[in-house]
């Protein structure tokens, strides 16, 4: 039936009246007779599906994915399956800009952001990344003809990006990315729901944890800490040999809502850390460690990005004065809470909250963090994006007292990652990596229990998707997590 449709398809796009002119089949074959009829009927269905759809491309202008409503990966199924509510977010039409300038106090550039960029996504040595809403992309293209700013259109239509972030990579794509190593062990666990080869509900990572408790129950326990406004559990998963003299180091991700990469980036590098551990592979240094992974620090947002909108940053506290959800985990850190960096509007992405510890997301990373301050070796924390390896601290251009070991060890987890993958991070005080964070928890946790190593780590990209990353780049950012752990792991003394 696939067959006689494209058949019958082809033969409308191409008649001329010509009887000379060669039929075109599927890849745009030339083909004189119907010999090669058989190798059609060896494709499955998807592919046949897939392969019409390449081939046919080529003859008309229109992007022929509007009218794909079968493959799983067209945005008709992926709305289907996961954004089908009425109330669900869109963002047709929205852009995101790169400005090859980093100085923001010019009043030009002041100007446009406040009357053009719906958000500051980002700012990284490439410049700064705007999200920019459809009804100003016009007039914010005439204001940019008339400055000296350059830019450059990083996604041209967000809607698009955001149905890119709910495919799944296929065999074949996953061959291509991962090469002869796609039989990894760790990334085809027995019983467990990931596969790191698509983005992951919050259950699914949940129940990747019991798994790694069943499967490893030598090594891991998982602590529940504490619990959502949305009743949720804030579950962590400690992996130790239980040797009460090691250091413990703490390592957490999500804790921004649309960041979808590091959650699952951390995921991998636990599920390579067990996989190793029980066969005997790790190295010394990461046996002699009490690992401590909150892979989910911020579940009710993260869900809620996964299901209404994509771009949701902060948690789902409600402010009944203002009628606006959410609280920015991240600015709710009582270490400079308040200042310059966040804001008191309920309704902003960086909404500090009504005071600091007043979400209990963060209250429980707190008690948790306490409880550890006598052996706590190292905090680190998973975000997206921009690829950077910073320290505190992010209120302010300050030093802290131990900044030349953060910097030596930040420097050596960079050489680590251009080994691995060529990947290229900058290093640096958060303030100078990222202006002023005030109310972070990493800033928290220096001053007031002072490990030996505290970082934040910006995983993927410089700007290119932001914070919607097709999940083809999930293996490459879990080695970059893992390795980075294992950095930490090595320097801890």
């Not at 921004?256 to 551990?277: E, N, V």
């Not at 203002?322 to 992405?349: E, H, I």
């Not at 963060?362 to 390896?389: C, E, I, K």
């Amino acid at each position: 039936m696939m067959l006689i449709l494209a058949l019958g398809l082809l033969g409308v796009l191409s008649s001329s009246g010509d009887s000379n002119v060669p039929l075109v089949l599927w890849r745009s074959v030339n083909v004189s007779g119907l010999a090669i009829l058989p190798d059609l009927w060896m494709l499955n269905g998807s592919e046949l599906y897939e392969a019409t759809f390449e081939s046919l491309q080529w003859l008309v202008p229109t992007d022929l994915r509007r009218f794909d409503f079968i493959s799983p990966g067209s945005t008709y199924q992926i709305n289907r399956r996961y954004r089908n509510d009425a109330s669900v977010h869109r963002y047709y039409g929205y852009q995101l800009w790169k400005l090859h300038e980093t100085r923001l106090g010019q009043p030009k550039l002041r100007a446009f952001i406040r009357h053009f960029g719906s958000e500051v996504w980002n700012v990284n040595q490439d410049g700064i990344d705007i999200l920019v809403e459809h009804k100003n992309v016009e007039a914010a293209q005439q204001y940019m003809e008339k400055t000296a700013f350059s830019y450059n259109i990083m996604i041209d239509d967000i809607e698009t990006a955001i149905d890119e972030t709910y495919t799944e990579v296929s065999d074949t794509d996953a061959a291509d990315i991962l090469g002869t190593n796609y039989s990894l062990p760790w990334l085809n666990r027995e019983g467990s729901l990931l596969t790191w080869r698509r983005y992951h509900d919050q259950a699914d990572i949940q129940q990747f944890l019991q798994n790694i408790l069943e499967t490893h129950s030598d090594l891991a326990e998982i602590i529940q800490i504490g619990i959502t406004r949305n009743k949720r559990p804030l579950e962590v998963i400690r992996v130790s040999n239980g040797n009460p003299k090691n250091w413990a180091v703490f390592v957490d991700a999500g804790m921004q809502a649309r960041d979808w990469l590091s959650p699952a980036a951390l995921t991998y590098a636990i599920s390579k850390l067990t996989w190793l551990w029980g066969q005997g592979r790790v190295e010394k240094s990461m046996r002699n460690i009490d690992w401590y992974f909150l892979p989910l620090a911020n579940p009710d947002g993260y869900q809620y990005s996964r299901l209404t909108d994509r771009l949701w940053t902060k948690n789902r506290n409600y402010d009944s004065e203002s009628g606006c959800y959410g609280v920015n985990l991240d600015r709710n850190f009582d270490y400079a809470w308040g200042q310059a960096g966040s804001t008191s509007n309920p309704c902003k992405n960086l909404y500090h909250g009504a005071k600091s510890f007043s979400e209990p997301e963060t209250r429980a990373m707190r008690n948790f963090l306490l409880g550890m301050r006598d052996y706590l070796g190292a905090y680190v924390s998973f975000g997206g994006y921009g690829q950077a390896v910073t320290y505190p601290w992010g209120d302010a251009d300050f030093l802290t007292p131990n900044q030349r070991e953060l910097r030596h060890t930040a420097r050596q987890a960079i050489l680590n990652f251009r080994r691995l993958n060529h990947a290229e991070y900058s290093l640096g005080s958060s303030y100078r990596q990222k202006l002023a964070r005030p109310g972070n928890a990493a800033d928290w946790v220096q001053d007031r229990i002072e490990p030996q190593f505290v970082y934040n780590v910006f995983l993927k990209d410089q700007g290119r998707y932001g914070y919607l990353m097709p999940p083809h780049y999930i293996p490459e950012s879990g080695e970059e997590a893992f390795e980075f752990i294992r950095t930490i792991a090595q320097q801890l003394q």
